[in-house]
């Protein structure tokens, strides 16, 4: 079980819940446009905790955040979940394990005490756990919840649903029945919450991510969600992967963020990067740095 790690910021509390770390993807299917050159003038600060050396994978996390103010326990992304019908990604397909339920209950939570759930983007990886199987329907698996989605992210991926329902079974597990239960707040990808809380639009990886803006100024967080993936892609912020909706878009999103919050105080957390995860934006030559 991991153990319970808390950050401060201000007088709001974010808490990481891990589902899964370490070698998942070989970094040059993962990054098709990196070349074997760029990766060899950065293998030595790469490897070993961003780069299993004797696989070449990319060590990855999958996790969550919990994001506790005065006035809500908010969860951002829900990472596979179990028993999802995910062919595409055999070591994510059928997933039957208890470490995601484990690490929450850790940090002194149940399912029942959400009060927002916050899907970054609709990928497999960020919306398993908006539902459960029971009895052999999928059901919100946190019963109190709104889960709050973009609106033309939402729109895209239901289109791709009613069209091609192979290509994303994700959307027909995870998502279209909270909205079919009707536990889902459309937003636009800047709504703001209330005055700690504010979504950050940051497209690219998908049509309408958004990022997560906790806090105030000068004492703040960016939850990053899929807006950027390895740290490579600070240093190379124009470096897109393999699922992305417009790698163009996206490198604009990471070059945009990261000179607005470089050198500031305000701390990154990252979806993907190994624990912690976390770490702030500095520049390095003509890209950035997360440490």
């Not at 999802?84 to 055999?90: A, F």
């Not at 009613?162 to 889902?184: G, R």
Request: aromatic share 10%; net charge negative.
């Amino acid at each position: 079980m991991s153990a319970p790690r808390t950050i401060e910021v201000g007088e709001i509390q974010v808490q990481q819940i891990v589902e899964q770390e370490g070698p998942l993807f070989p970094i040059h299917s993962f990054f098709p446009d990196l070349s074997p050159d760029r990766l060899e003038e950065n293998r030595s600060w790469l490897e070993p905790r961003f780069l299993d050396p004797a696989s070449g994978q990319l060590i990855l996390c999958i996790q969550s955040y919990i994001v506790r103010t005065k006035h809500h326990v908010i969860l951002i992304d829900s990472c596979v979940g179990n028993h999802k019908n995910l062919p595409i990604r055999p070591m994510w397909h059928q997933m039957q394990s208890d470490r995601y339920e484990r690490n929450f209950r850790a940090n002194g939570l149940t399912f029942e005490d959400i009060d927002y759930v916050m899907c970054t983007h609709l990928h497999t990886d960020h919306v398993g756990w908006n539902t459960r199987l029971e009895n052999g329907r999928w059901v919100p698996t946190f019963p109190n919840a709104k889960y709050v989605f973009a609106d033309r992210e939402l729109s895209f991926w239901t289109s791709k649903a009613e069209q091609d329902p192979e290509s994303c079974p994700w959307v027909i597990e995870s998502v279209l029945p909270i909205v079919d239960a009707k536990k889902v707040e459309i937003v636009r990808s800047d709504h703001a919450l209330d005055d700690h809380l504010q979504l950050v639009p940051s497209p690219g990886h998908t049509i309408d991510h958004y990022s997560v803006l906790v806090g105030r100024p000068g004492n703040d967080a960016l939850i990053t969600g899929d807006m950027v993936h390895s740290p490579i892609q600070a240093r190379y912020p124009e470096l897109g992967m393999m699922s992305d909706y417009d790698s163009t878009i996206a490198g604009e999103t990471r070059r945009r963020l990261f000179g607005r919050f470089c050198d500031t105080s305000t701390l990154m957390c990252t979806a993907h990067f190994p624990s912690p995860s976390t770490g702030r934006v500095t520049r390095w030559d003509d890209g950035f740095r997360i440490a």
